[in-house]
């Protein structure tokens, strides 16, 4: 009988990690969820949680001798910790750099400690910059880059494949492309909505609304590092991940259609919506299909339940300040 793979995943309390956490159980892994809780969330791991062969550690990936702890007997790992909320990153370079590249290099230092030497990691397809070549495959020539995030995504793949190199490493590096789909956490739908719920007149766009941008469901995401992981045979293995592509304008249009508004869209004007933002990405997906992946959730459906998932979250918020507030009402 082959033994229980034994996998650890950073950010497992993410909107990513979740996704991953749930499909390495029920494909058969023994998981350790390892979160520093920054922007994860517990509510996020509810089902993982209750499940006997996980088991959550809360500490930071730069804490190596917490990570060498939680490493013990483990031999996969899944990279996906980082500083995630790509529009807000320009204002602190030092930060997105520690935690998407120094803190990469303390994860394959503490692994090297550990003798584990599989990782699969989240890249992202903004590794492309602003691309001639669309769809976009993993081997054309790099353009310059145009932000700090990709750039310190970029430096990880950099250690991933230098650590294979020189230490007999195998690598998983897994470029996606925007994510949708319920415990979405931050980026463009997010932001509409609380638009719309203070204004549901108009919607104020970042750019032209002409910006072209590829999706992909989480769920899809999380099969495609678990599929890139277990099929995948080189040393170093660099796989696009993306699906179909929506206009800015369309997905505004979209969203305000399913909270039943019927907003004035204005736009900022530009072509980027903010320094670094990508006007059209579209990845080449062949690679990884060849592999058999193939994404179960359409861009539309994962819009909705992304729409869905964070309306009940406000609403559920909204009820827990109530509450609270009441609380200490009575209290006093
Ligand atoms: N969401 C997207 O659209 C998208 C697109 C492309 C790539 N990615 C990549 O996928 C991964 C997951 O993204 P996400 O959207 O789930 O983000 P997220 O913010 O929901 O998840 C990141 C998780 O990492 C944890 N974390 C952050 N720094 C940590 C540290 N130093 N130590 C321990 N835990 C830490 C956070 O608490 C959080 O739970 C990231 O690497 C991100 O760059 C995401």
Redesign the pocket.
């Known amino acids: 009988m082959t033994p229980r793979p034994r996998t650890l995943v950073?950010?497992?309390?993410?909107?990513?990690?979740s996704h991953l956490c749930e499909a390495l159980l029920s494909a058969g892994h023994e998981v350790v969820g390892?979160?520093?809780?920054?922007?994860?969330?517990l509510a996020?791991i509810g089902a993982p949680l209750r499940a006997p062969l996980f088991r959550f550690v809360e500490?930071?990936?730069?804490d190596s001798p917490r990570m060498v702890e939680a490493l013990a007997d483990c031999d996969l790992v899944f990279?996906?910790?980082?500083?995630?909320?790509v529009r807000r990153n320009p204002e602190h370079p030092a930060l997105v750099f520690e935690?998407?590249a120094h803190?990469t290099l303390a994860l394959l230092e503490s692994m090297r400690k550990s003798g584990i030497r599989r990782i699969a990691f989240?890249?992202?397809?903004?590794v492309y910059g602003e691309n001639p070549i669309i769809p976009t495959p993993e081997n054309v020539p790099f353009p310059i880059q145009t932000s700090i995030?990709a750039a310190a995504?970029l430096a990880s793949e950099g250690l991933l494949s230098a650590y294979a190199e020189a230490f007999g490493f195998q690598v998983f590096i897994v470029r996606?492309?925007?994510?949708l789909g319920p415990?979405?956490?931050?980026?463009h739908v997010a932001d509409f909505l609380a638009q719309l719920s203070l204004h549901p007149d108009h919607l104020e766009i970042l750019g032209d609304g002409r910006q072209r941008k590829a999706y992909l469901d989480?769920r899809d995401?999380a099969q495609a590092l678990l599929l890139a992981a277990q099929r995948c045979r080189q040393r170093v293995n660099v796989l696009n991940a993306g699906s179909r592509c929506l206009t800015v304008e369309r997905s505004a249009r979209l969203i305000a259609a399913r909270l039943g508004a019927e907003p004035r869209l204005r736009y900022k004007g530009g072509r980027r919506g903010w320094p670094g933002d990508v006007p059209d990405i579209r990845l080449d997906c062949r690679r990884l299909r060849k592999l058999g992946w193939k994404p179960r959730h359409s861009v539309i459906s994962s819009l909705e339940q992304t729409v869905d998932y964070l309306l009940e979250e406000k609403n559920s918020r909204t009820a827990e300040i109530t509450r609270a507030a009441c609380e200490s009402v009575n209290a006093g």
């Open positions: 950073t950010g497992a309390a993410g909107f990513l990690g390892y979160d520093n809780l920054s922007t994860g969330r996020n500490a930071d990936v730069l990279h996906l910790a980082a500083h995630a909320d935690q998407n803190a989240a890249s992202t397809g903004s995030y995504k996606l492309v925007s994510l415990r979405y956490s931050h980026g989480a995401a």
